[in-house]
């Protein structure tokens, strides 16, 4: 029976990526997992699969009877739908973990770094498995947009030894310019539906038994999305609806290195405060704010008493 390796919900390139590679490295050993994503891919994500001669991998919403293994995620609410009428035998990732829960031992492996590329990176080599060109220059990518560049506060030395030998076994030789590339493919909101840019990096939080989504743009400058402001929010306000508590929307300047930040909350002044800033409108600016995985998520945590 084959493992489907699949990321979260609103993929982003490093959960397409990550359950790739792994698939790949799970592969070399002989075994038979096959890649899948969770939902649509972002702009990124795509130009990602296509420079490095990837097709998209087939979709997986439903775990029911299927054997998964886990990339880029632990918790529930991101992971495919009936997760529990399935069977979980491997998770790997770069984040806090979880609620997800198992009835038998399975591998596990998560570490404190910028992308799950990373991870990946060392399990290849402890393996002792050559990691593919092609395969080299996906996880590659990963990690440049995880970290933005090195920018990110959750970027580590592990990270960039990660990326100077992915660089030479892919080929690439101006990592620089490939970020832009994909910061280019990422800023692309022209057009798009305000709900599709919520979704295009959302997650879903159980913060002290309040469901909180936090959604992220990263753009190269928040004048892409000006003119967009008012019916983002007016998504954000059919997202949360009557069952979540809040909905952010963080719009990353990946120059300026800061967030504004997009806030609808039954309580907006519990989210003044896990910022230390005030609210203009539905917006405050949070200067230094790149990560959602170490800044956004661990200070509302907090504030929530998580």
């Given amino acids: ?25 799970m592969k ?21 699969l296509k420079q490095f001669g990837f097709a998209t991998p ?38 806090k973990i979880g609620d997800v829960t198992t009835n038998q031992p399975i591998f596990f492996c998560a ?30 990518a990963a990690i440049l947009s995880d970290t933005v560049n090195f920018k990110s506060p959750t970027c580590t030395p592990a990270d960039k030894k990660a990326v100077a030998e992915l660089a030479a076994i892919a080929g ?42 936090v959604g992220q743009l990263e753009l190269a400058t928040l004048d892409l999305v000006a003119d967009m402001r008012e019916a983002l929010y007016g998504a954000m306000k059919e997202q949360k609806g009557s ?7 963080m719009l990353t300047d990946v120059i300026k290195e800061g967030t504004d930040l997009m806030v609808l909350s039954d309580d ?4 003044e405060g896990a910022f230390g800033a005030k609210l203009t409108g539905n917006c405050m600016w949070i200067d230094g704010m790149m990560s959602r995985k170490k800044q956004t998520v661990p200070n509302l945590q907090k504030a929530f008493g998580c």
């Fill in 243 to 249: 069952e979540r508590h809040s909905v952010l929307l």
């Fill in 1 to 25: 029976m084959s493992v489907y390796v699949v990321g979260h919900k609103s993929p982003d390139t490093d959960s397409v990526t990550a359950a790739i590679a792994y698939a790949a490295l």
């Fill in 111 to 140: 570490m404190p770094v910028g992308c799950t590329g990373t991870v990946l990176k060392v399990l290849y080599d402890l393996e002792g498995v050559k990691v593919a060109p092609k395969v080299a220059g996906l996880m590659l």
């Fill in 268 to 271: 907006p002044a519990l989210i």
């Fill in 172 to 213: 690439v030789t101006d990592t620089d310019g490939l970020f832009m590339e994909m910061l280019k493919a990422k800023s692309a909101v022209a057009g798009v539906p305000p709900m599709e840019l919520l979704h295009r990096d959302y997650k879903d939080f159980d913060m002290n038994g309040k469901k909180v989504g």
């Fill in 28 to 48: 070399a050993k002989g075994e038979d997992y096959v890649p899948a994503v969770a939902g649509k891919l972002n702009p990124e994500s795509e130009m990602v």
């Fill in 58 to 95: 087939e979709t997986l919403t439903d775990a029911t009877g299927k054997k998964i293994a886990l990339v880029d995620h632990s918790d529930l609410a991101q992971a495919p739908d009936n997760l529990s009428a399935g069977e979980v035998v491997a998770i790997v990732d770069h984040h």
